[in-house]
């Protein structure tokens, strides 16, 4: 069983900045890939950044130059550094990983269960 657990959301005023985290736990012998999406009401979740199972590091083109994700390998953390927030920033932050288990061969794809940020005007 594994379990991605978001947390660092909240409420800031636009040019403010918030820090997420998720934290990975379980019987994990591999992360290929780990990052953050959003999704708005009646929007499609979108990718915002991630390290790539090759080791590098996409941004989307919204929040490149504001935000920046980090790792801590041994803690299986991934960290998203969110700077000059704007109001559409405003979105439910989920933590997605591809993760091999103990035991396994086979990545899985598993979700967090959200973090909200609202950045007010």
């Known amino acids: 069983q594994v379990q991605l657990v978001e947390s660092g959301g909240g409420l800031v005023q636009a040019g403010g900045s918030l820090r997420l985290s998720c934290a990975a736990s379980?019987?994990?012998?591999?992360?290929?890939?780990m990052g953050w999406y959003r999704q708005t009401p009646g929007k499609q979740r979108e990718l915002v950044a991630t390290?790539?199972?090759?080791?590098?590091?996409y941004y989307a083109d919204s929040v490149k130059g504001r935000f920046t994700i980090s790792r801590d390998n041994a803690k299986k953390t991934v960290i998203l550094q969110m700077n000059s927030l704007k109001p559409e920033d405003t979105a439910v932050y989920y933590c997605?990983?591809?993760?091999?288990?103990?035991?396994?061969?086979?990545?899985?794809?598993?979700w967090g269960k959200g973090t909200l940020v609202t950045v007010s005007s």
């Open positions: 997605n990983a591809d993760i091999v288990l103990s035991m396994s061969y086979n990545a899985m794809n598993y």
């Open positions: 379980g019987s994990i012998s591999k992360i290929n890939a």
């Open positions: 390290f790539t199972s090759g080791g590098g590091t």
